[in-house]
């Protein structure tokens, strides 16, 4: 059994991660802030969803103070740390590029230096297709060469180097995770399958930003497995993907969403800046070092996207 602080465990990826683990009998500690990014109440409605979990095991902290964050691993001394807090998003990212320097360089910089005093063995650093810039698929991991197009993206490269250095500095392994476009039960709101769903529901017109773009479409439960096998089967420090290597364009998406929405309307524009033109996972070295193979269909994993959208409207 180890025991782990999971950094944005109240978050989309974060909760459903907290659930596995505690299933597997981790010791799971969250620090989250609730940031209001997205709505706070759905946060913690993404925190009730983890049942297992007690009062004692969230703290409520912005990872961005410092003291307070190294006291606070020292005084829990985890095994591992999962760090998956940050502002995400591309688009908010071109009109704060500021913010991101602080929630997902400098944050990530405090959880490093608290790791490193608290002795833990190993981080998790969660990275983003994002890195890879506007290249064609499919994308290996030594293609990343910092040449991005979003400060979101800017940042989660430096924040790989930082993970890096402090590798240099403390010897714990890190393992950057780049995760590939995530989708499923409680789906970011701001991400296109979030967003549609929203719409769709309401019987609204859907605006399709691009629609020659690409995504490699991950359902949530493949990106927790990719994470678990990580954390229990590798142990080296690795760059590494996690994606379903199954590119899927936004016209294959919205015939998807036409099985359940007939009567959907789209209006197409042209594609934001800062949005890559394609994400395409070559997932070789995950399988090869742990085992990783994604699991859910899109087609399956859509189908229970929809149920949950349907049955949670309230939280959409
Ligand atoms: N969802 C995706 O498709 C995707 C793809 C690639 C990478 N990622 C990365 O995975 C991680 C999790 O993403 P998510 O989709 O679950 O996002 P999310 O916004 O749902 O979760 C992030 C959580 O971090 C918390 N947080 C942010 N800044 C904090 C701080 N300074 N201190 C404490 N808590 C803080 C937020 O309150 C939130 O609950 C992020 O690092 C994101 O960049 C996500």
Not at 180 to 207: C, H, S
Request: with cysteine; hydrophobic share 40%; charged share 25%.
């Amino acid at each position: 059994m180890l025991k782990i602080i999971i950094t944005g465990g109240a978050g989309f990826i974060g909760s459903h991660l907290a659930r596995r683990l505690m299933l597997e009998n981790h010791e799971v500690l969250i620090v989250d802030s609730l940031h209001p990014y997205y709505s706070i109440e759905r946060k913690r409605q993404q925190l009730s969803t983890i049942d297992l979990l007690r009062n004692d095991q969230f703290f409520s902290l912005d990872l961005l103070n410092r003291e307070e964050t190294i006291s606070l691993f020292q005084s829990i001394s985890p095994d591992a740390v999962i760090h998956l807090a940050a502002l995400p998003g591309v688009a908010y990212s071109i009109e704060r590029p500021l913010e991101y320097v602080d929630y997902d360089i400098k944050a990530t910089i405090n959880v490093l230096e608290a790791c490193g005093q608290s002795n833990a063995s190993q981080i998790i650093f969660a990275s983003s297709s994002s890195v890879y810039g506007n290249q064609e698929g499919p994308l290996k991991e030594e293609m990343a060469n910092g040449n991005v197009i979003s400060p979101y993206a800017a940042s989660k490269y430096s924040a790989e180097s930082f993970c890096h250095v402090y590798r240099h500095l403390y010897g714990f392994e890190t393992k950057v995770l780049r995760f590939f476009t995530v989708y499923g039960p409680w789906v970011r709101p701001d991400m296109a399958i979030g967003i549609f769903l929203k719409r769709l529901l309401k019987n609204q017109e859907i605006i399709l930003f691009g629609e020659d773009r690409v995504r490699d479409f991950t359902f949530i439960d493949d990106i927790v497995d990719g994470i678990y096998l990580s954390l229990t089967q590798l142990h080296t420090s690795e760059v590494i993907n996690i994606g379903s290597g199954k590119p899927i364009s936004m016209l294959f998406l919205l015939d998807e969403f036409k099985k359940y929405f007939p009567e959907i309307k789209i209006r197409k524009e042209k594609s934001r800046t800062g949005d890559v033109l394609q994400t395409w996972a070559d997932i070789r070295k995950a399988r090869d070092l742990f085992g990783y193979w994604p699991k859910i269909s899109f087609e399956r994993g859509l189908a229970e996207t929809v149920k949950w959208a349907r049955e949670n409207e309230a939280f959409l």
